[in-house]
Antibody
Protein backbone atom coordinates (compact mmCIF):
# COMPACT_ATOMS: atom_id res chain seq x y z
CA UNK A 1 0.00 0.00 0.00
CA UNK A 2 1.23 3.48 -0.87
CA UNK A 3 1.21 5.61 2.27
CA UNK A 4 2.95 8.27 4.30
CA UNK A 5 3.09 8.32 8.10
CA UNK A 6 4.26 11.42 9.96
CA UNK A 7 5.60 11.61 13.48
CA UNK A 8 7.63 13.88 15.71
CA UNK A 9 5.21 16.65 16.55
CA UNK A 10 4.57 17.91 20.05
CA UNK A 11 4.51 20.85 22.41
CA UNK A 12 7.62 22.98 22.19
CA UNK A 13 8.60 26.33 23.67
CA UNK A 14 9.21 29.36 21.44
CA UNK A 15 12.74 29.26 20.08
CA UNK A 16 12.88 25.48 20.30
CA UNK A 17 13.47 22.83 17.66
CA UNK A 18 11.84 19.62 16.48
CA UNK A 19 12.46 17.09 13.75
CA UNK A 20 9.37 15.86 11.98
CA UNK A 21 9.51 12.52 10.19
CA UNK A 22 7.50 11.16 7.29
CA UNK A 23 7.95 7.45 6.62
CA UNK A 24 6.93 6.26 3.18
CA UNK A 25 5.84 2.84 2.02
CA UNK A 26 4.88 1.54 -1.39
CA UNK A 27 7.09 3.97 -3.30
CA UNK A 28 10.62 5.40 -3.16
CA UNK A 29 10.92 8.84 -1.60
CA UNK A 30 14.14 9.72 -3.39
CA UNK A 31 12.53 9.20 -6.81
CA UNK A 32 9.82 11.75 -6.09
CA UNK A 33 9.34 15.40 -5.25
CA UNK A 34 8.25 15.48 -1.60
CA UNK A 35 6.42 18.40 -0.03
CA UNK A 36 5.53 19.68 3.42
CA UNK A 37 2.26 21.56 3.88
CA UNK A 38 0.98 22.96 7.16
CA UNK A 39 -2.37 24.06 8.50
CA UNK A 40 -2.74 26.34 11.51
CA UNK A 41 -5.77 25.62 13.72
CA UNK A 42 -8.93 26.68 11.92
CA UNK A 43 -6.98 28.04 8.95
CA UNK A 44 -6.24 27.04 5.38
CA UNK A 45 -3.40 25.09 3.83
CA UNK A 46 0.05 26.67 3.60
CA UNK A 47 2.74 25.21 1.37
CA UNK A 48 6.02 24.97 3.32
CA UNK A 49 8.77 23.24 1.33
CA UNK A 50 9.73 20.79 -1.37
CA UNK A 51 12.70 18.48 -1.77
CA UNK A 52 13.35 17.44 -5.33
CA UNK A 53 14.59 14.07 -6.48
CA UNK A 54 18.05 15.58 -7.01
CA UNK A 55 18.07 16.63 -3.33
CA UNK A 56 17.66 20.35 -3.91
CA UNK A 57 15.15 22.18 -1.76
CA UNK A 58 12.91 25.22 -1.80
CA UNK A 59 11.13 26.89 1.10
CA UNK A 60 8.32 29.31 1.71
CA UNK A 61 9.55 32.74 2.72
CA UNK A 62 7.89 32.35 6.13
CA UNK A 63 10.16 29.43 7.08
CA UNK A 64 13.28 29.98 4.96
CA UNK A 65 16.40 29.89 7.09
CA UNK A 66 14.62 28.14 9.98
CA UNK A 67 13.29 24.93 8.41
CA UNK A 68 15.29 22.28 6.57
CA UNK A 69 13.90 19.40 4.55
CA UNK A 70 16.00 16.27 4.06
CA UNK A 71 15.61 12.57 3.49
CA UNK A 72 17.22 9.29 4.47
CA UNK A 73 17.12 7.03 1.44
CA UNK A 74 18.02 3.94 3.47
CA UNK A 75 14.94 4.48 5.64
CA UNK A 76 12.75 5.80 2.81
CA UNK A 77 11.90 8.67 5.12
CA UNK A 78 11.49 12.42 4.69
CA UNK A 79 12.35 14.86 7.46
CA UNK A 80 11.59 18.45 8.33
CA UNK A 81 13.94 20.04 10.84
CA UNK A 82 12.12 23.01 12.36
CA UNK A 83 14.23 25.48 14.34
CA UNK A 84 13.68 28.84 16.03
CA UNK A 85 10.02 28.02 16.40
CA UNK A 86 7.47 30.79 16.79
CA UNK A 87 3.87 30.79 17.97
CA UNK A 88 2.77 31.25 14.35
CA UNK A 89 4.40 27.93 13.44
CA UNK A 90 1.72 26.14 15.47
CA UNK A 91 0.00 23.88 12.94
CA UNK A 92 -0.63 20.38 11.71
CA UNK A 93 2.23 19.47 9.40
CA UNK A 94 1.47 17.19 6.48
CA UNK A 95 3.95 15.54 4.15
CA UNK A 96 2.79 14.79 0.62
CA UNK A 97 4.06 13.34 -2.64
CA UNK A 98 3.94 15.23 -5.89
CA UNK A 99 2.54 13.16 -8.71
CA UNK A 100 5.07 11.85 -11.17
CA UNK A 101 3.31 13.64 -14.00
CA UNK A 102 3.50 17.10 -15.49
CA UNK A 103 0.73 18.31 -13.19
CA UNK A 104 2.76 18.12 -9.95
CA UNK A 105 -0.37 17.70 -7.86
CA UNK A 106 -0.13 16.20 -4.38
CA UNK A 107 -1.61 12.73 -4.69
CA UNK A 108 -0.49 11.00 -1.50
CA UNK A 109 -0.75 12.68 1.92
CA UNK A 110 0.17 11.63 5.41
CA UNK A 111 -2.23 11.97 8.31
CA UNK A 112 -0.39 14.96 9.76
CA UNK A 113 1.52 15.66 12.95
CA UNK A 114 0.65 18.52 15.30
CA UNK A 115 3.25 21.06 16.37
CA UNK A 116 2.26 23.41 19.18
CA UNK A 117 4.59 26.28 20.01
CA UNK A 118 3.78 27.71 23.40
CA UNK A 119 5.43 28.60 26.70
CA UNK B 1 4.52 34.44 -5.50
CA UNK B 2 1.32 33.58 -7.34
CA UNK B 3 -1.79 34.46 -5.35
CA UNK B 4 -4.78 32.15 -5.56
CA UNK B 5 -8.21 33.55 -4.74
CA UNK B 6 -11.23 31.32 -4.27
CA UNK B 7 -14.85 32.36 -4.23
CA UNK B 8 -17.04 32.08 -2.39
CA UNK B 9 -15.34 31.51 0.97
CA UNK B 10 -18.32 29.48 2.06
CA UNK B 11 -21.64 28.38 0.68
CA UNK B 12 -24.72 26.55 1.85
CA UNK B 13 -26.31 23.97 -0.41
CA UNK B 14 -28.75 21.11 -0.27
CA UNK B 15 -28.28 17.48 -1.14
CA UNK B 16 -28.82 17.13 -4.87
CA UNK B 17 -27.73 20.68 -5.74
CA UNK B 18 -25.07 21.53 -8.30
CA UNK B 19 -22.28 23.58 -6.76
CA UNK B 20 -19.60 25.65 -8.48
CA UNK B 21 -16.45 27.04 -6.84
CA UNK B 22 -14.13 29.41 -8.63
CA UNK B 23 -10.40 29.97 -8.29
CA UNK B 24 -8.47 32.84 -9.82
CA UNK B 25 -4.71 33.06 -10.16
CA UNK B 26 -2.83 36.35 -10.01
CA UNK B 27 -1.02 35.43 -13.24
CA UNK B 28 -1.46 32.88 -15.97
CA UNK B 29 -0.72 29.34 -14.82
CA UNK B 30 -1.79 27.42 -17.90
CA UNK B 31 -3.55 24.31 -16.65
CA UNK B 32 -1.34 23.82 -13.58
CA UNK B 33 -4.29 23.90 -11.21
CA UNK B 34 -5.33 21.24 -8.73
CA UNK B 35 -8.34 20.81 -6.46
CA UNK B 36 -8.43 19.13 -3.05
CA UNK B 37 -11.18 18.18 -0.63
CA UNK B 38 -10.59 18.27 3.10
CA UNK B 39 -12.84 17.03 5.86
CA UNK B 40 -12.36 18.02 9.51
CA UNK B 41 -9.40 16.33 11.15
CA UNK B 42 -8.34 14.65 7.93
CA UNK B 43 -5.63 15.18 5.34
CA UNK B 44 -6.60 16.80 2.04
CA UNK B 45 -7.58 14.49 -0.80
CA UNK B 46 -6.72 15.17 -4.42
CA UNK B 47 -9.83 15.46 -6.61
CA UNK B 48 -8.76 17.13 -9.84
CA UNK B 49 -5.31 17.71 -11.31
CA UNK B 50 -4.17 19.66 -14.36
CA UNK B 51 -7.37 21.71 -14.15
CA UNK B 52 -9.71 19.04 -15.50
CA UNK B 53 -8.31 15.55 -14.97
CA UNK B 54 -10.19 13.44 -12.46
CA UNK B 55 -7.97 11.67 -9.95
CA UNK B 56 -8.38 7.90 -9.90
CA UNK B 57 -11.17 6.76 -7.61
CA UNK B 58 -12.86 10.16 -7.39
CA UNK B 59 -16.58 10.36 -8.13
CA UNK B 60 -17.63 11.47 -11.61
CA UNK B 61 -19.82 14.07 -9.90
CA UNK B 62 -16.68 16.19 -9.61
CA UNK B 63 -15.37 18.09 -12.60
CA UNK B 64 -12.91 20.89 -13.22
CA UNK B 65 -12.41 23.39 -16.00
CA UNK B 66 -10.45 26.47 -16.93
CA UNK B 67 -7.02 27.60 -17.99
CA UNK B 68 -4.86 30.66 -17.67
CA UNK B 69 -6.13 32.53 -14.65
CA UNK B 70 -9.72 31.36 -14.13
CA UNK B 71 -10.79 27.92 -13.00
CA UNK B 72 -13.88 26.21 -11.66
CA UNK B 73 -14.68 23.12 -9.65
CA UNK B 74 -18.18 21.78 -10.10
CA UNK B 75 -19.97 19.19 -8.01
CA UNK B 76 -23.07 17.65 -9.54
CA UNK B 77 -25.85 16.29 -7.38
CA UNK B 78 -24.25 17.16 -4.05
CA UNK B 79 -24.13 14.21 -1.66
CA UNK B 80 -23.84 14.20 2.16
CA UNK B 81 -20.20 13.08 1.95
CA UNK B 82 -19.35 16.13 -0.20
CA UNK B 83 -19.81 18.60 2.64
CA UNK B 84 -16.22 19.65 3.23
CA UNK B 85 -13.71 22.40 2.50
CA UNK B 86 -12.26 22.64 -0.99
CA UNK B 87 -8.90 24.14 -1.91
CA UNK B 88 -7.31 25.03 -5.22
CA UNK B 89 -3.53 24.96 -5.64
CA UNK B 90 -1.29 26.13 -8.42
CA UNK B 91 1.62 23.91 -9.43
CA UNK B 92 2.93 26.25 -12.14
CA UNK B 93 5.85 27.37 -10.04
CA UNK B 94 7.30 27.35 -6.54
CA UNK B 95 6.05 28.19 -3.93
CA UNK B 96 2.99 26.15 -4.85
CA UNK B 97 0.35 28.35 -3.32
CA UNK B 98 -3.14 27.36 -2.20
CA UNK B 99 -6.38 29.26 -2.30
CA UNK B 100 -7.92 30.18 1.04
CA UNK B 101 -10.55 27.45 0.82
CA UNK B 102 -14.28 27.19 0.24
CA UNK B 103 -16.39 25.56 2.91
CA UNK B 104 -19.45 23.76 1.58
CA UNK B 105 -22.09 23.46 4.28
CA UNK B 106 -25.48 21.85 4.48
CA UNK B 107 -28.42 24.18 4.00
Amino acid sequence: EVQLVESGGGLIQPGGSLRLSCAASGFIVSNNYMTWVRQAPGKGLEWVSVIYSDGSTYYAASVRGRFTSSRDNSKNTLYLQVNSLRAEDTAVYFCAREMATSSDALDIWGQGTMVTVSS
Amino acid sequence: DIQMTQSPSSLSASVGDRVTITCRASQSIGKYLNWYQQKPGKAPKLLIYAASSLQSGVSLRFSGSGSGTDFTLSINSLQPQDFATYYCQQSYNTPRTFGQGTKVEIK
